[in-house]
């Protein structure tokens, strides 16, 4: 089975831009959920999803936001990029609603904004 | 945030000996707690987790420990080996409460051959 796949690998945008980061959960996984992580720190959760519907939601700015498709894949949509954007974004699924429990993670999108 | 940390603690170890990774947790109410291994450029993958009406738990070659006294929690790696060699974060929650949700700083894990 395949894990987490996340797209693209790498991304470079420069500052005002909007930009798009996707992932597909591990066939059968309902919940996903969004980190950033900066360079040197631990990930900070952004979002949850589970069953399409929002879940959770941690202390980002409304510029940061996501959906769930049909499909149970996810989008994140950063708008108005600002410098402090940049990091690897993670994305973690799994077959329970509850937070962190049996997460598996991808290898993330590294987003670097210029 | 709520994860802090600039410079990310080091630990260098012998392979073949044991390593103990320890964390400060945040928030004396998590009853929740995972580790995680990050190796370079890939996601945090699971090595064991524990919950707070516990205070041990041993997995193949990993034990955690948790001290909900001084809001502590360790990780032990027996017979440390290369493939060991990673960052490793510590994570907690609070029950089903989302925006709990809280990664420590990691430290790193060097295994000297």
């Known amino acids: 089975d395949a894990g987490v796949t996340q797209s693209p690998t790498h991304l470079i945008k420069t500052r005002g831009q909007q930009v798009t980061l996707r992932c597909s959960p591990i066939?059968?996984?309902?919940?996903v959920s969004w980190y950033q992580q900066v360079l040197g720190q631990g990930p900070q959760f952004i979002f949850q999803?589970?069953?399409?519907?929002?879940?959770g939601r941690g202390n980002f700015p409304d510029r940061f936001s996501a959906r769930q498709f049909p499909n149970y894949s996810s989008e994140l949509n950063v708008n108005a990029l600002l410098l402090g954007d940049s990091a690897l974004y993670l994305c973690?699924?799994?077959?329970?609603?509850?937070?962190?429990?049996?997460?598996?993670f991808g290898p993330g999108t590294r987003l670097t904004v210029t | 945030g709520e994860s802090v940390g600039l410079h990310l603690p080091t630990l260098s170890v012998q392979e073949g000996d044991n390593s103990i990774i320890n964390c400060a947790y945040s928030?004396?109410?998590?009853?929740?707690f995972i580790w995680y291994k990050q190796e370079s450029g890939k996601g945090p993958q699971f090595i064991i987790d524990?919950?707070?009406?516990?205070d041990k738990r041993q997995g193949q070659r990993v034990t955690v420990l948790l001290n909900k006294t001084v809001k502590h929690l360790s990780l032990q790696i027996a017979a440390t080996q290369p493939g060991d060699s990673a960052v490793y974060f510590c994570?907690?929650?609070?029950?089903?409460?989302?925006?709990?949700?809280?990664f420590g700083p990691g430290t790193s894990l060097s295994v000297i051959p």
């Open positions: 973690a699924s799994s077959s329970a609603s509850d937070p962190l429990y049996e997460q598996y």
């Open positions: 066939s059968g996984h309902k919940s």
């Open positions: 999803y589970y069953e399409k519907e929002e879940r």
């Open positions: 928030n004396s109410a998590s009853d929740y």
């Open positions: 524990i919950r707070s009406n516990m």
């Open positions: 994570a907690e929650n609070i029950g089903t409460s989302y925006d709990k949700v809280i």
